[in-house]
């Protein structure tokens, strides 16, 4: 059977970086191809040069029998391949129906109900319902993706590749939008190319994978034929053991942190929270709970907060992310890249983002000599890859963008750390460095809590959790009792937790 996508031979080199190296691989109509690989293995590169973003050095790309002599968006949207990115791209002043017709031109317009309401009744089926009126502004993460998914299929598109769809998504909510995923690649027989490192969705949902590592086709294989193992092992070139803390909480550990009455405009019921020193709080929930809130609340970070903090016994007086800062609080946030970090500017200078006047040197003017020696200091111990501050921040990985983000907390002496979803859109072998991170920022004293919508990165990350529902903690666990079976079954109301 002929090949709907046929990639033979790609390569793609940039200033010092062999990208890709003469990668080859087919996909089928009706098939979903994972494209595994470590951050770093040219998975991006890729779908660049489908999307028609870039230009591969030599090779070619046949879709449907015709090879592509033209790179461009524009050839890409015509082959009908659509790329839907890991940070979806959305107009969030704009409605729904406003979104799914961002660049269509008036030819599109006579099948843009069409279009739009298929969306729609995709994004019901997936578990998500909304209205083509509603303002992508009031979405929720997990509900634009849901939506560029959705958006993705629409139009007769031949070839779709989504790029980490569901990292804002739980894990109940991941299973309904996989499953619809399938059931539309199988009605329209289209070919997806799938992006992921979640195993469990992988091996979910997939027909196949081609592992990428170092650029190049590294492994190449049916589901059926393949485990979760392998596929992980081809990916890093070793054995990935699981993550356990090294540095669980002291017995006899003080409280440091404590949060009275914290409230939040969207989720106006008051909560409390105690943290110990070295003590790691899992915050567990479904989409939509509040966990996130709960920290933008701590921080003052949107209008209309309130409530109250005590650090190492002392009142704080906390009226916005400054005073935050000032107090030792951290806020290491779910949307690193448009709320963490500024992409074009050098690593060592976003790490002295959260400086007040330390790096003055003469009244207004700033030392960039020790900008950049605090910097490597920090990232040095966080083994960041490549070990050089100077490079701008969108030239590192997921997983090394979000050590420099943490970086500029740690060289402050922050003393209390907020992780929302830390290791979202990092890879497995990245994952594990980032927990090793949080172990340490716990060995060290400090009081952490995380938000996450991965249960087992919770549960092996945290000496308790707590479990929001509509705006409230619902359970609580410690020990043996941190289970998936718990979490889930207190984040649904199904059960209660004081455990």
């Known amino acids: 059977m002929k090949p709907l996508l046929d990639i033979d031979g790609i390569a793609k080199s940039f200033p010092g970086v062999r990208a890709l190296d003469h990668v080859t691989f087919q996909v089928h109509a009706g098939e979903i191809c994972t494209i595994a690989g470590e951050n770093g293995a040219g998975k991006s590169t890729l779908l660049g040069i489908l999307g028609g973003a870039l230009s591969p050095d030599s090779g070619s790309i046949t879709i449907d029998g015709v090879r592509r002599e033209d790179y461009s968006p524009r050839r890409a949207l015509a082959d009908g391949i659509v790329i839907a990115q890991q940070e979806p791209a959305v107009v969030p002043q704009l409605t729904v129906a406003q979104n799914v017709m961002i660049g269509r031109g008036r030819d599109d317009r006579k099948r843009a109900k069409e279009a739009v309401a298929g969306v729609i009744a995709d994004m019901l089926l997936m578990g998500f319902p909304v209205k083509a009126t509603d303002k992508v502004a009031l979405l929720s993460p997990a509900e634009r993706q849901a939506m560029a998914i959705a958006r993705a299929f629409a139009f007769d598109a031949k070839i779709i590749a989504l790029d980490e769809p569901t990292t804002?998504?739980?894990?109940?909510?991941?299973?309904?939008?996989?499953?619809?995923?399938?059931?539309?690649?199988?009605?329209?027989?289209?070919?997806?190319?799938?992006?992921?490192?979640k195993m469990p969705e992988v091996m979910r949902v997939s027909d196949s994978v081609v592992v990428l590592r170092d650029g190049r086709t590294a492994f190449r294989s049916t589901i059926a034929e393949t485990d979760d193992k392998e596929i992980v092992q081809k990916m890093v070139g070793r054995e990935l053991l699981s993550f356990t803390r090294e540095h669980?909480?002291?017995?006899?550990?003080?409280?440091?942190?404590?949060?009275?009455?914290?409230?939040?405009?969207?989720h106006p019921q008051p909560l409390s929270l105690e943290v110990r020193r070295g003590e790691v709080v899992g915050i567990a929930g479904l989409v939509g709970s509040g966990r996130t809130e709960f920290l933008r609340a701590i921080i003052r970070a949107d209008a209309g907060c309130s409530g109250s903090v005590t650090i190492a016994g002392k009142h704080v007086k906390i009226t916005d992310p400054h005073s935050s800062r000032a107090a030792g609080i951290?806020?290491?946030?779910?949307?690193?890249?448009?709320?963490?970090?500024?992409?074009?500017?050098?690593?060592?200078?976003?790490?002295?983002?959260?400086a007040d006047r330390q790096f003055n040197k003469y009244?207004?003017?700033?030392?960039?000599?020790?900008?950049?020696?605090?910097?490597?200091?920090?990232?040095?111990?966080?083994?960041?890859r490549p070990d050089n501050v100077r490079l701008n921040a969108r030239q590192f990985s997921g997983g090394n963008q979000q050590k420099v983000?943490?970086?500029?907390?740690?060289?402050?002496?922050?003393?209390?750390?907020?992780?929302?979803?830390?290791?979202?859109?990092?890879d497995v072998g990245g994952r594990v460095e980032i927990y090793k991170l949080i172990d340490k920022l716990a060995s060290e004293g400090n009081s952490i809590i995380v938000v996450s919508s991965d249960l087992p990165e919770i549960i092996s990350?945290?000496?308790?959790?707590?479990?929001?529902?509509?705006?409230?903690?619902a359970g609580s666990f410690s020990g043996d009792a941190i289970t998936e079976q718990n979490l889930v079954a207190s984040a649904m109301g199904v059960a209660e937790g004081q455990q």
């Open 168 to 197: 804002s998504m739980l894990e109940h909510n991941a299973v309904q939008v996989l499953e619809r995923v399938r059931e539309i690649v199988a009605e329209r027989q289209v070919a997806v190319l799938f992006v992921s490192h």
């Open 248 to 266: 669980p909480v002291r017995a006899d550990a003080p409280v440091h942190f404590v949060a009275n009455g914290v409230q939040h405009p969207r």
């Open 330 to 354: 951290a806020f290491i946030p779910e949307e690193r890249k448009r709320q963490g970090l500024a992409l074009q500017i050098p690593a060592y200078a976003n790490i002295a983002m959260t």
């Open 363 to 384: 009244g207004p003017f700033v030392s960039k000599a020790k900008q950049i020696r605090i910097a490597t200091e920090q990232t040095q111990s966080m083994s960041l």
């Open 405 to 426: 983000v943490i970086a500029k907390w740690t060289w402050r002496g922050a003393t209390t750390y907020l992780f929302d979803e830390p290791t979202k859109g990092v």
């Open 461 to 473: 990350l945290s000496d308790r959790v707590l479990v929001m529902r509509a705006g409230a903690f």
